[in-house]
């Protein structure tokens, strides 16, 4: 079996081989340029899409016979023994093209089944820029193939050919071509001979060994160079920053706030998978619609991460933490209305309560005196609307008058309570007289309570906070004294 492929794989026969893939790359690289043209109509993108697709079949193609020419330039090396330099650089060459394109495969299969219709195959596609540049590597390195065996074979043949390879295209000319392959033999064999000689005595000189020497390891490099930096770039990922350009906003009131988020990511815009991988980026922020202020939160990207794999990206920062604030402060209890506010209500409220007893002696049918023997708060209460966001305070009050008639004299005690609206932090909290709302807590008969005072205030109140109590023990009964005429 080797003794057959032997004598079918000879040098020239693998020259030839070199020599179509090199054509062969050249017609890829054509193809690709046309490619590339003005798409100006549905037409000439129908032509483009049809192109590619051909230049996909063809790169198959092209692939099989690359790496069946690397296995036939390995038997030749190994097998056979051929160790002829032009054989050594042809089996790198080959090596090398072979390498870039398996690498390039991937990419060419999953654009291949892209122009299928198989969309899911953008997934597997990756970069396109270090596909083009394996791809660019492949056919560079085939029509370098492709150029060093036209040269062996039709500008150097004389001196390239050895006995052995004579002797070989002798045996399959035949009976009738034995005279004239035995003159080329000959010929050819003092060729090689001298050849030999020439190159025997280079290398013996120093000049000569180091020359050889320092050219094979710079060639050696140079591959290893070339290998390393087309796997570098096959594999590098691009990075994303997700969140370092993200900017929150907060609405609502403190305790139930909510955060926007705005991002403006940067990447390659002209990149389709990077374009498709960035629109499908959501956002999430914990708690959000229960933010406080001062409260350190986490933004996180939700991302695909299938999506980044295939399209090559790093995904940098995909979270970043915030401090909440600029939220509205509200009062969902007397307690969080802030000390230096809150230490004016009381005084307020009574200054208004007195001010507004005092002024019914002004009325038609009012008493002509008043005296107040006492004012009392017995008690300090709180609500919260949560759709408004503000607070109301309510202060209740047992108050003693003495009312003078014409006619008579009365002692009462009545309880009232002062209301003070719309306490948020919003604005300033209007304790003048005239925003104070006071009402009289009715109570009917000559005797009275503490309890039954406040029992009634909180009818229909059942929200009510109590922020404190001072109610007494004590029944409060009315005295009235009649006049002499």
């Known amino acids: 079996m080797m003794e057959k492929l032997k004598l079918y794989l000879t040098r020239k026969n693998v020259y030839f081989g070199n020599l179509v893939i090199g054509i062969v790359a050249i017609i890829l690289g054509i193809l690709y340029l046309s490619a590339g043209g003005n798409v100006t109509s549905l037409d000439d993108l129908g032509n483009v899409l049809s192109l590619l697709k051909f230049m996909c079949v063809l790169f198959y193609l092209d692939l099989i016979v690359s790496l069946l020419l690397t296995a036939c330039l390995a038997f030749r090396l190994f097998y056979v023994k051929d160790h002829e330099i032009t054989v050594k650089i042809l089996g790198g060459l080959s090596l090398f093209s072979s390498l870039m394109g398996l690498l390039s495969f991937s990419g060419v299969h999953a654009l291949y089944q892209l122009l299928n219709g198989n969309f899911m195959a953008l997934f597997g596609l990756g970069g396109l820029s270090s596909l083009g540049t394996m791809l660019f590597l492949f056919v560079a390195s085939e029509i370098a193939q492709g150029v060093t065996a036209g040269y062996l074979l039709f500008v150097r043949k004389t001196e390239e050919l050895d006995v052995s390879a004579v002797k070989e295209d002798a045996e399959q000319l035949g009976e009738m071509a034995k ?21 025997k005595a280079y290398y013996a000189t120093e000049k000569g060994k180091k020359t050889i020497r320092y050219g094979g390891i710079t060639l050696a490099c140079v591959v290893v160079v070339i290998v390393a930096v087309s796997v570098y770039f096959s594999l590098k990922k691009t990075p994303i920053d997700l969140t370092s350009s993200c900017e929150l906003t907060y609405s609502g009131v403190s305790g139930e706030g909510y955060a926007n988020v705005s991002c403006n990511v940067d990447y390659d815009q002209n990149n389709p998978n990077f374009v498709t991988f960035v629109n499908g980026v959501s956002y999430e922020v914990e708690n959000n619609g229960s933010l406080s202020n ?13 999506t980044a794999k295939g399209s090559k990206i ?11 604030e600029g939220l509205e402060v509200v009062y969902r209890t007397f307690a969080d209305i802030p000390e230096d506010v809150s230490s004016q209500f009381a005084q307020a409220a009574e200054t208004a309560l007195r001010k507004d007893i005092e002024e019914t002696a002004q009325s038609v049918f009012g008493p002509v005196t008043i005296v107040i023997n006492s004012c009392d708060q017995i008690g300090v209460y709180y609500s919260y609307n949560s759709y408004y966001h503000e607070g109301t305070a309510y202060y209740v009050y047992r108050t003693n008058v003495t009312e003078d008639y014409t006619s008579r004299s009365e002692t009462v005690t009545e309880y009232y309570y002062v209301r003070i609206n719309n306490i948020s932090s919003r604005e300033e909290v209007d304790l003048g007289p005239d925003f104070l709302t006071i009402s009289r807590i009715s109570l009917y008969g000559d005797e009275k309570t503490d309890e039954e005072a406040i029992e009634s205030f909180k009818t229909y109140r059942s929200d009510l906070e109590v922020v404190s109590e001072s109610l007494s023990d004590e029944t409060y009964v009315d005295e009235t004294v009649q006049k002499e005429n």
């Open 179 to 199: 005279e004239k392959a035995s003159m080329a033999m000959d010929a050819a064999s003092r060729k090689a001979n001298k050849l030999s000689e020439k190159w």
């Open 294 to 306: 001062g409260d350190t939160i986490v933004l996180k990207a939700i991302y695909s991460e299938e």
């Open 314 to 324: 790093e995904v940098v920062n995909p979270q970043k933490e915030f401090t909440v």
